[in-house]
């Protein structure tokens, strides 16, 4: 255990709070509610992305502090693309292509040793108690019927997950990568920049990004397409049904009413 204090805190997270530690270290220091596998989950995947080819901050290793589970990382220097395209609306296409190249990239790696993500989805869905059973049924079948995959899924990849540094996009929190489809990662990438919530966002920058969301979502689709044109639209969306009842088991405010919408506007046609 650390008796170390933490610097001046960096980030706020739905699982963890970042913090400064050294001039070239941070601390991802887990909530006290969190489970201590969460860390260690961290531990394992944080090993597995770094034998990659990827942009992301080494894991340096790991401790406790006053009973909470930290992760120490490399320090990279630089805002995210979510706030750097709030900050500067103009670079809203540069930054979604980019976005899509990046995402791209990942799924160009191979996703072995990690969990699979089939299994993953479908205890999500399982636990979902706003779904009515005939609903919910009807999602499990769908996702019965989607094709296995290898690829390196990062599983919560959006524009407050890439930091813009100086010597290009990093990317960070790989706590919920998995092996699986692309268009799975993909899907929940689309649902996060159609109807996430920025827990950390006041009002004024909410309504900065509902100015460029539309903007942004199509720009990124086109381009991934673009970069992987075997994939259709049409796969795509079907995905995206077993990856929105999956998000309904976070329970985030502002979201349950459009995934809701998303979910059975697709299955009376199935």
Known sequence: MSTRTPGPLLALGRTAEVYAW????????????????????????GRAIAAMALPT???????EIEGRQGILYERVEGPSMLKQTNAKPWLVFRFARELADLHAEIH????????????ALRWEIDQVDSLPPTLKAGVLRLLDTLPDGSALCH?????????????????????????????????RTLILLKVGQVPYAGWAMRAIISLWRGLFYRTY???????????????????????????LN?????????????????????
């Open 22 to 45: 050294q001039e070239d270290q941070v601390l991802k220091l887990f909530y006290a509610w969190s489970s201590p596998d969460s860390a260690q989950h961290e531990i394992e995947i």
């Open 57 to 63: 901050p080494k894991l340096v290793s790991a401790l």
């Open 108 to 119: 160009r790696h191979n996703g072995d040793g990690l969990p699979p993500l089939r299994p």
């Open 155 to 187: 599983c919560d990849f959006h524009p407050d997950q890439v930091l813009i540094t100086a010597t290009g996009p990093v990317i960070i929190d790989w706590m919920t990568a998995h092996q699986g489809h692309p268009l799975a990662d993909l899907a």
């Open 221 to 247: 689709i086109a381009r991934y397409l673009e970069r992987h044109p075997a994939a259709t639209q049409g796969e795509i969306n079907t995905w995206m049904i077993p990856v929105a009842a999956a998000r």
């Open 250 to 270: 976070e329970h985030i405010a502002g979201e349950q009413e459009p995934l809701l919408r998303m979910i059975r506007s697709y299955l009376p046609m199935h």
